[in-house]
């Protein structure tokens, strides 16, 4: 219950998947926009008899033909109504078979009138075409045969015979390369045959089909592991995430949809056909799939090792193995993961596998193991077979998995190494590869073992450094790590040592509530990754360095430094123990440009760098890259987007065990969801934002939630209040570009006139394009200038905050009305409703105001005023001692709003003014919100 006493029902957000019952239970038909308008101009056209869908097994032909014959028949339905003299169509299906194929008419045989004699072909054949094109010349039959290469001659005969005439048309589909006879072929071929090439889905299309069958949106690496899995192949794809619902390793959490760690399931019907298809291999070609099951890619001599080139051929010609060139070696890989996924359970930890991994070992050491890989490799593939390898190979391997960053197999590596053989280096490996999968607690105990393990001081560095990084960015235990990071600078006697772990240390205030402070130490950092003492410290500091430009208003330097660290950090890649991916320098990056107001770069950015993470499966910086994206998304005003994407980061830092991020995380899908009018989501999600360690990291942000919860219950003064404590905060910090985000949603609320003047002395020390459209908005809404107000849409809408542009606009509108501009009034409605358009359901005071002014127009002052406050659901009562008027004198009003606006209750009167029950709404004159007493 709210204050006002009534029970908020929360509407069903698009980005939710809250509520779901029964996904999947039919698949949507989704990625064939393309096809489907190329079908329906073709089949318009009565010269056009037959379409015709080739494509590979599983691409969804048949599914793609049933929605063409569905159409047909409603398009002819719809025709009939419409005109008289056109025919109606008649659906009629039939399959062919291979056991069909081999009776003449097997496959159409339910078509054949029963009084047509077939004894003689020729006779047969007219009685049927007479039938079917004659009998009822107001009908046309619409025949869809799947698998038409499967037909027999006569079938196919028969057909040709009835498209001639006009008695049918015809819906088929054809499997890619599959032969067929030339009759059959004769069907697919000529003028009036639309022929459509189906192809396999592309991601974003995958992406589009699972957010419609399971009615939310699905995480990025679950996308990313499903596409992997099922090459876009829409059978592969349905059975993958019936199998992973079935398992229950595919859940929502109420927001997002994700795929647990481990194995993909799969279903009995897919094991089925993929086990048919390899059983279609003869049996020569055994010996190499299960080597690739175990060992690939390989090469392609080592495959002819196993099979012959005759067998290898063959498999390539069936689409079970592929053969690609890299530079001048030919290797071999499975056709499709799920093949490996098969054959790989028949030989988990028998003889046989054991035998072909040591076979394939010793070619391999035949062969010198001069690629770079093959030591990895060789580790990998002892293990696998004998459950140990020599100590040195394993410290080999790991060194390149950690510089892979495959850390699951540094751990695998590491795991299995003898405890005689455990140094510093290599517990700082371990530890590190532990902190990066989330595993922080069992990393801090083994860095702490890497510290007393340590001899030199550049060991004490690394140690030192990996140790509070752990405690820091995973843990969020601010304290502990600048106590571990003071503790081993103590240890350690090198002034350049020295200086490493005190850079480390500035890092980590700057992103933890001091970048002012921070600042001159990190502006030491040297420019050149090359000269700096410890390249994984560099790295890290360098990080920090370009947030905490970005955070005190520098973010044209914070720009042109991400991007020279990101360059650095490739360069180091190999050598900076203990630090994480090089996309990791994207995500201060992210932020610097979405505060200079490149919101399309940012957006940009973040994009590629979650693909390239996401294929890397790097889950820590991943998390913050969704972090920041939903920042990104936020002050574009696409609310829907920045609620999927702080999702996306809550369940992947929930995977994993980051805890920074979560704290920013939950108070961004708190803000997100509140203005989506989703106040139970808000509610839950400032619950968790209060169990959370607050990070530092854009100090006061993480008040927006709270903030702007209270304002869709219609409680502004209280949210300005949160926000004002927020800007101080922010203030006393040196948080500029936080500060002024916090102080222009304090305009937004109905502030404009306290914030404006602090708004424009921070843009003097702010660079970018933002920090003078936030300016210029609230300037214009502290004295209600619709003049202005236009001219901040404009620059909103130039940097894509089209949420704020569409408030501006809005806000201008009303002040136009007020002042008797009614076709100045109408184009800045205009306006605002193209740019909320771009905001995906966002609602706020200001949007309100475009409606609820146009509703006012015959209503006088007194009567708006307290339609206003009735709208958030005020009692009677509440709305009297408000104005301090009678509660018969309120009703009187009520009574009289209600007949001029056709309404009967508050919920009403609330859709009357197109805005949530709790919003009130800015008034025509003075900047303020009506329906809490002005300014609060």
Avoid at 374 to 399: K, S, V
Avoid at 637 to 657: H, K, L, P, T
Avoid at 865 to 871: D, G, R, V, Y
Wanted: hydrophobic share 50%.
């Amino acid at each position: 219950m709210t204050e006002a006493g009534y029970e908020y029902v929360p509407e069903v957000m698009l980005g939710s998947c809250a509520g779901v019952v029964d996904p999947v239970s039919v698949w949507p038909l989704e990625g064939r926009d393309r096809e489907l308008d190329a079908w329906s101009r073709a089949w318009s056209d009565q010269r056009c008899r037959s379409a015709v869908i080739f494509g590979s097994t599983g691409v969804g032909k048949s599914r793609l033909a049933e929605e063409f014959l569905s159409r047909a028949v409603d398009e002819g339905a719809g025709a009939v109504r419409a005109v008289r003299a056109v025919r109606a169509v008649r659906a009629v299906r039939a399959a062919a078979t291979a056991a069909a194929a081999t009776v003449p008419l097997g496959a159409i045989a339910h078509l054949i009138p029963a009084w047509v004699d077939m004894s003689d072909p020729v006779t047969g054949f007219a009685a049927i075409t007479e039938a079917m094109a004659g009998h009822r010349p107001d009908r046309e039959w619409t025949v869809l045969i799947d698998d038409l290469h499967l037909l027999d001659a006569a079938s196919a005969m028969l057909l040709r015979q009835l498209l001639d005439s006009g008695g049918i048309r015809l819906i088929a589909t054809v499997r890619t390369d599959e032969p067929m006879g030339e009759a059959v072929a004769a069907l697919t071929r000529g003028d009036a045959v639309h022929r459509v090439n189906l192809r396999r889905f592309s991601q974003d299309q995958v992406e589009r089909l699972l957010r419609a069958a399971l009615g939310g949106p699905v995480d990025r690496r679950t996308l990313h592991r499903l596409f992997a899995a099922s090459t876009g192949n829409a059978l592969y794809l349905r059975e993958l995430v019936h199998g992973a619902l079935d398992s229950g390793t595919l859940s929502c959490n109420g927001e997002i949809w994700e795929l647990a760690d481990g194995a993909l399931a799969t279903t009995p019907r897919l094991t089925e056909l993929i086990s048919a298809r390899l059983a279609a291999a003869a049996p020569a070609a055994r010996p190499v799939l299960e080597l690739l099951a175990l060992c690939e890619p390989i090469s392609l001599a080592d495959a002819r090792a196993a099979s012959s080139l005759e067998v290898m051929l063959d498999l390539e010609d069936a689409g079970l193995i592929r053969v690609r060139q890299d530079r001048r070696r030919t290797t071999v890989t499975l056709a499709h993961s799920l093949y490996g996924e098969a054959l790989r359970p028949s030989l988990s930890g028998g003889l046989r596998a054991r035998k072909l991994l040591l076979e394939h070992i010793e070619r391999v050491e035949a062969y010198g193991a001069r690629r770079h890989e093959d030591t990895l490799h060789l580790a990998t593939w002892r293990l696998a077979a004998t459950g140990t390898a020599d100590p040195a190979l394993l410290i080999r391997a790991a060194a390149l998995a950690g510089h892979a960053h495959d850390y699951e197999q540094v751990v695998a590596l590491l795991d299995a190494l003898p405890s005689h053989e455990v140094t510093c280096a290599i517990q700082t490996l371990y530890g590190g590869s532990l902190v990066q999968l989330g595993r922080w607690q069992l990393a801090d105990k083994i860095l702490a073992e890497a510290q007393a393990l340590a001899r030199t001081d550049s060991e004490r560095v690394t140690a030192t450094l990996v140790r509070s990084c752990n405690l820091f960015w995973i843990a969020a235990r601010t304290s502990e790590a600048l106590q571990v990071n003071a503790s081993g600078r103590e240890s350690v006697t090198d002034p350049a040592g020295r200086r490493v772990l005190a850079m480390i240390e500035a890092g980590f205030h700057a992103v933890s509530g001091r970048p002012a402070r921070s600042l001159p130490l990190l502006e030491e950092l040297e420019h050149d990754v090359l000269q700096a003492p410890d390249p994984g410290a560099w790295v890290v500091a360098a990080m920090c360095k370009t947030a905490a430009l970005a955070l005190v208003g520098r973010t044209e330097e914070a720009i042109d430094w991400a991007r020279l660290a990101y360059a650095g950090h490739i360069r180091v890649v190999d050598k900076a123990v203990g630090a994480p991916h090089p996309t990791s320098q994207h995500s201060p990056l992210i932020l610097a440009l979405a505060d200079a107001g490149r919101l399309a770069d940012a957006r940009k950015v973040a994009e590629n760098a979650l693909t390239e993470m996401v294929v890397a499966d790097i889950a820590q910086t991943r998390v913050w890259a969704a972090v920041f994206r939903g920042r990104v998304e936020w002050l574009a005003g696409n609310v829907s987007a920045a609620r999927r994407w702080y999702a996306e980061a809550i369940a992947q830092g929930r995977a994993g065990d980051f805890m920074r991020p979560m704290h920013l995380a939950w108070a961004g899908l708190a803000a997100s969801a509140a203005v989506l009018g989703d106040l139970r989501a808000a509610h839950a999600a400032l619950a968790e934002v209060r169990v959370h360690p607050p990070m530092g990291l854009a100090t006061g942000e993480e008040c927006l939630g709270e903030a702007w919860t209270h304002a869709a219950s219609g409680r502004l003064a209280k949210a300005r209040a949160v926000l004002t404590d927020a800007a101080a905060r922010a203030r006393d910090t040196g948080h500029v570009t936080s500060e002024m985000l916090i102080l222009t949603d304090i305009a937004r609320l109905g502030g404009a006139k306290q914030v404006a003047g602090r708004l424009g002395a921070l843009a003097q020390r702010c660079d970018g394009a933002f920090a003078s459209a936030r300016v210029s908005l609230a300037a214009a809404l502290a004295e209600n200038d619709p003049e202005e107000l236009m001219y901040a849409a404009d620059d909103l809408e130039v940097i894509g905050a089209d949420l704020l542009a569409a408030e501006a606009a809005a806000a201008a509108a009303a002040a136009w009305r007020h002042r008797g501009r009614p076709r100045s009034a109408h184009a800045a409605t205009a306006r605002a409703e193209a740019c909320a358009a771009r905001c995906e359901g966002a609602r706020t005071p200001l949007l309100a105001t475009v409606q609820a002014t146009a509703a006012f127009t015959d209503i006088t002052a007194r009567e708006r005023e307290i339609a206003l406050l009735a709208a958030t659901n005020a009692r009677s009562k509440e709305i009297a001692e408000t104005l301090q008027l009678s509660v018969r004198t309120v009703n009187n009003h009520l009574q009289r709003v209600y007949a001029k606006l056709g309404v009967s209750t508050r919920r009403e009167l609330a859709d009357a003014l197109g805005r949530p029950a709790a919003y009130p709404v800015r008034s025509g004159a003075g900047g303020a919100i009506e329906g809490e007493g002005g300014w609060g």
